[in-house]
T-cell receptor, first 115, second 115 residues
Framework: AQKVTQAQTEISVVEKEDVTLDCVYETRDTTYYLFWYKQPPSGELVFLIRRNSFDEQNEISGRYSWNFQKSTSSFNFTITASQVVDSAVYFCALSENDNFNKFYFGSGTKLNVKP | DAGVIQSPRHEVTEMGQEVTLRCKPISGHNSLFWYRQTMMRGLELLIYFNNNVPIDDSGMPEDRFSAKMPNASFSTLKIQPSEPRDSAVYFC?????????????FGPGTRLTVL
């Protein structure tokens, strides 16, 4: 079974629209960490955020916000007022405390922001 | 600060040739990871090192793949002989291993094409 599911393969929006990228994870550990990475067309993987399982507070960083809900095992990512530069593939990842070096990556969501 | 450095950025080779990919982790990081990214399989962890010692190489596809880390600032991933199905983007990542999950920082990747 997939430990991290990103059901949205590709999303297209028009600039200035808000968009939410979904991430659902599966783990039996009580201590775990969740991540989001961005992969722009240039190909590198850029770290965006790291959250641990004990911190359910939502996080906001500029136009980016993250909604962590343990009750639904979700860690969704919202971009407000999207811009063309947000076009990229976004990956959600899980790391469990009993094997903290292993990251389980989702399959990624490709976001196309059109002008 | 310099991030993870990988070379070459692009490599085109013919089937049967030996390929060596190189990685310099972020200074002070003591864990290093090699990943492979393909459309079909997404991001796969191949091997990781802790304090220059290989810890888990269960993701290495077969004996044609080998990885070394002779010192804290250099690692290589070698494919010999290469095959067309090895064509992929290979990423190196590094982190500080403090006994808990920490962020993995990725290099720009090496795009390998085996003809």
């Amino acid at each position: 079974a997939q430990k991290v599911t990103q059901a949205q393969t590709e999303i297209s929006v028009v600039e200035k629209e808000d968009v939410t990228l979904d991430c659902v994870y599966e783990t039996r550990d009580t201590t775990y960490y969740l991540f989001w990475y961005k992969q722009p067309p240039s190909g590198e993987l850029v770290f965006l955020i790291r959250r641990n399982s004990f911190d359910e507070q939502n996080e906001i960083s500029g136009r980016y916000s993250w909604n962590f809900q343990k009750s639904t095992s979700s860690f969704n990512f919202t971009i407000t007022a999207s811009q063309v530069v947000d076009s990229a593939v976004y990956f959600c990842a899980l790391s469990e405390n009993d094997n903290f070096n292993k990251f389980y990556f989702g399959s990624g969501t490709k976001l196309n922001v059109k002008p | 600060d310099a991030g993870v450095i990988q070379s070459p950025r692009h490599e085109v080779t013919e089937m049967g040739q030996e390929v060596t990919l190189r990685c310099k982790p972020i200074s002070g990081h003591n864990s290093l990871f090699w990943y492979r990214q393909t459309m079909m399989r997404g991001l796969e962890l191949l091997i990781y090192f802790n304090n220059n010692v290989p810890i888990d190489d269960s993701g290495m596809p077969e004996d044609r793949f080998s990885a070394k880390m002779p010192n804290a600032s250099f690692s290589t991933l070698k494919i010999q002989p290469s095959e067309p199905r090895d064509s992929a983007v290979y990423f190196c990542a590094s982190t500080v291993n403090r006994g808990i999950t920490d962020t993995q920082y990725f290099g720009p990747g090496t795009r390998l094409t085996v003809l």
